[in-house]
Each structure stands twice: as structure tokens, then as C-alpha cells.
């Protein structure tokens, strides 16, 4: 799974940020590893040009899953870290409702599934 984390003009990517939001993104998001291709992490501060606000952190991420369109998750807060916590925590359970759902489709398929190649005979 890779990580790629984008900033505003309003945020500086230090290495200590990129490190912690990484780490929480990835730890978050471990459980469905094995499913992610690619995770985009974007952080912007919505209110730069005031002082101080309300929610004005915010945190967008978009991952991609394997054989899937990427799905993206949103939040808002007042730092960045509860921003960042906040769009993992709604990305893993979109994410888990998702592969849930894809899953009891996949159970309840009335076409006849798809016949394996038979394996060929040695000339």
C-alpha cells in the first residue's frame, strides 16, 4: 500500500507530518492492506486567511482498491491530527461496508460461475 501525502500552500509537508500522518493513515488502514493499492492523503487548512476557526482543518483521503474505483472519505476539525484521525476512521468503515458489500454479492450471484481452463495435454 502506497501512502502519498499532498498539502495546501497553508501547510508545510515537513518530514514530521508526512511521518505522522502516514503512520496513523497506515495504521488505521492495515487491516485492509492487502485490498489498497494506493492512498491519497490531501490536508488543507479551509480558513488560512482568518485567524483561528471553527473545523477549519481538513482532511481528504482517497484510496484505491484493487480491481475497484477509488472511493474518498472527508473531515473536518479544528487540528490537523483530529482531522487526519477523523477521515481514517470513515475511510476504514467505508471501506469495510464496501468489501462487506462486495462480498454478499459476490455470495448471492445467480450466473453460473465462470468454468476454470481445463489444463492442456502434454504433446
Avoid: W
Avoid at 473545523?55 to 473536518?76: K, N, W
Amino acid at each position: 500500500m502506497q501512502i502519498q501525502i499532498n498539502t495546501d500552500h497553508n501547510i508545510e509537508a515537513h518530514q514530521a507530518l508526512i511521518t505522522q500522518v502516514s503512520g496513523i493513515v497506515e495504521n488505521a488502514l492495515s487491516h485492509f492492506s492487502e485490498h489498497i493499492t494506493q492512498v491519497d492523503v490531501h490536508l488543507s487548512d479551509e480558513n488560512s486567511d482568518k485567524k483561528g476557526g471553527h473545523d477549519d482543518m481538513r482532511c481528504m483521503i482517497e484510496a484505491s482498491l484493487v480491481g475497484r474505483h477509488p472511493i474518498a472519505v472527508t473531515y473536518q476539525a479544528t487540528t490537523l491530527d483530529q482531522a487526519v484521525i477523523g477521515a481514517a476512521d470513515k475511510l476504514v468503515n467505508l471501506i469495510g461496508s464496501t468489501l462487506e458489500r462486495i462480498h454478499d454479492q459476490e455470495l448471492h450471484r445467480t450466473d453460473p460461475p465462470v468454468p476454470e481452463p481445463k489444463p492442456s495435454k502434454p504433446s
